[in-house]
């Protein structure tokens, strides 16, 4: 399978299976789209008013080699390594811990209804936090690394429980031979700089929420009377980032119908001195007034290749910062079972609520029919388990066909069932903006091989 475009004076040229990311001239792109269907002389009669025999001959030649060193129109073999899914057997990696089901934010976009997540307010007890970790460990078989993720609501009004849940987690290291990865998600509201103290010594990342420009954020992220949080949190956010060497966190914005120029919080957060931003788009039903909608999506894609050209115009000058969905590792990247099945949500990663229910991932929490078990008992419910083992790339008719399928993995289960009620659905209005993503990523990585002067295939 082939996917080729144009984006920024780029002639650029996927071979889906392989993973080969070809960057060429006007000649080759051009036979390329014919190369499957034509014989040569179809071809070169096509195109012979707008280039010479002997272009025509080197680009055939040029793409010949492509095909034998497996490079350009590759089969795929990956079909075959699905049917073995449900037999595989899985271990948990990581967890979701909803540290807190209550929030200090009233934030207008919140899926989890401001920390409830469609029940009460709670907060985890540290004996509830211990059998969770106590359950990662008895269900991790030999893997060494394990992440925990506290999350909520907000994390920090739970905060003498994370702390001593991190320290137990530590202490389990050595007999165990395990490693945690310890992270937390914050609306910063009452980060200080005890606590970022202790992040930066045991937290692997922070995500740090805001939405951008200040009308932005103060609009969708006020407190519950009302008032914006902005001019509270985003000293705290700078001085924290700082203190990680702008590394190892991420500031964590959503975008939405109110503020489709996303980009131009992008730049914000950017010109405040963060390295490392994610900004992302607001999923929720479509009556909400702040909902993206299908017909957003000319303007979305637009911003995508506004914000692709400004972060290579920045990075020229010197102004370098790492936008978290523009990036893609071409060389290495995930496992094949990785790229195939996405996050693991349901088998490798699970969300716990308050009380010890386990949930597919944090945002199943509440929905009854996804409740798997608890960390005293396990997993009870093995058929979810199952059902979320056959969530792939080719279980999903809409990606069988799709170019971004082994980026994206089949996209996220959760927003496949809200929209569509079936996880091996997927939601059309995020599947279109992770494609333009993904075009923008490479288009990236072809500019920044051109600045290095490589003239090979990027």
Not at 48 to 55: A, H, I
Not at 279 to 292: L, T, W
Request: proline share 3%; charged share 30%.
């Amino acid at each position: 399978m082939i996917h080729q475009y144009k984006n920024n004076g780029y002639n650029i040229v996927m071979d889906i299976n392989s993973g080969a990311i070809h960057v060429v001239d006007d000649v080759v792109y051009d036979v390329i789209a014919l190369y499957e269907d034509h014989s040569r002389q179809e071809i070169r009669e096509q195109l012979s008013s707008v280039y010479s025999d002997q272009e025509l001959e080197e680009a055939f030649s040029e793409i010949e080699e492509l095909v034998r060193e497996k490079r350009l129109f590759t089969e795929d073999n990956y079909q075959e390594i699905v049917t073995d899914f449900k037999k595989r057997n899985t271990v948990v990696k990581a967890l979701c811990l909803h540290i807190a089901h209550d929030c200090n934010l009233a934030c207008r976009y919140c899926f989890a209804e401001e920390g409830e997540y469609h029940g009460r307010r709670a907060l985890m007890s540290f004996e509830t936090g211990r059998q969770a970790l106590d359950f990662l460990v008895a269900n991790s078989g030999s893997r060494v690394n394990l992440e925990v993720d506290f999350f909520g609501g907000e994390p920090l009004m739970n905060w003498d429980t994370v702390r001593r849940l991190v320290e137990y987690g530590r202490s389990l290291e050595k007999e165990h031979n395990k490693h945690f990865r310890f992270t937390l998600t914050t609306n910063g509201v009452l980060l200080n700089d005890e606590i970022m103290e202790f992040c930066n010594r045991e937290m692997s990342n922070v995500v740090l929420s805001t939405d951008g420009r200040q009308e932005v954020h103060d609009r969708m992220r006020p407190f519950r009377n009302g008032r914006g949080s902005y001019d509270l949190v985003m000293p705290k956010f700078k001085k924290f980032a700082d203190s990680r060497g702008q590394m190892n966190y991420y500031v964590r914005g959503t975008f939405t119908h109110y503020n489709l120029d996303f980009s131009e919080d992008v730049f914000s957060l950017a010109d405040q001195g963060f390295e490392q931003i994610s900004v992302e788009p607001v999923v929720a039903p479509p009556e909400e007034p702040y909902a993206i909608q299908e017909a957003d999506l000319p303007q979305i894609l637009e911003e995508y290749d506004k914000l692709a050209k400004g972060i290579i115009e920045r990075r020229k000058a010197g102004k370098w910062f790492n936008f978290f969905h523009f990036m893609i590792d071409l060389e290495g990247g995930p496992c094949v079972y990785k790229r195939l099945s996405g996050c693991g949500s349901g088998t490798e990663y699970l969300a716990v609520t308050p009380w010890g229910d386990l949930y597919p991932c944090h945002q199943f929490v509440g929905q009854e029919e996804f409740l798997m078990g608890n960390v005293r008992d396990g997993i009870t419910r093995t058929d979810i388990r199952d059902e979320f083992k056959l969530c792939n790339v080719y279980a999903k008719p809409k990606c069988r066909d799709c170019f971004a399928r082994f980026y994206c993995s089949g996209g996220c289960a959760a927003n496949a069932w809200n929209f569509h009620h079936s996880i091996t659905d997927a939601y059309e209005v995020g599947c279109e903006m992770m494609r333009k993503r993904v075009e923008c990523a490479i288009m990236i990585k072809a500019a920044e091989a051109a600045e290095e002067g490589v003239e090979e295939d990027a």
